[in-house]
């Protein structure tokens, strides 16, 4: 699994929490829904600018999401 793929199942993480829908989280992000699907997908790469508005508008900082992968892709490599 590669970089994109954990950064998106960080994503579904961090909104599934918030108990929040994809569309709900597009519209606090200014994406698109389509676009937040392919990035918890794995389908999309994301800018460094798009990752900063999913995750401000998760109510997070970027590294949290990053570490969030990191968690995820150790645990995929156990």
Same mark, same amino acid.
């Given at each position: #699994?590669?970089?994109?793929a954990?950064?998106?199942q960080a994503v579904?993480?961090h909104r599934?929490l918030?108990? &929040?829908?994809?569309e709900e989280?597009a ?6 829904? =389509?676009?937040?699907s392919g990035v918890?997908?794995?389908?999309r790469n994301p800018? &460094? &600018?798009? #990752?900063?508005?999913?995750? =401000? ?10 570490a969030t992968a990191r968690?995820?892709?150790?645990k995929?490599?156990?």
């Amino acid at each position: #699994m590669n970089l994109a793929a954990y950064f998106g199942q960080a994503v579904r993480r961090h909104r599934e929490l918030l108990r &929040l829908s994809q569309e709900e989280l597009a519209d606090r992000a200014g994406i698109d829904r =389509t676009y937040i699907s392919g990035v918890e997908r794995g389908v999309r790469n994301p800018s &460094l &600018l798009v #990752m900063q508005r999913i995750a =401000t508008a998760l109510g997070s900082d970027l590294d949290v999401l990053f570490a969030t992968a990191r968690e995820l892709a150790s645990k995929k490599e156990d």
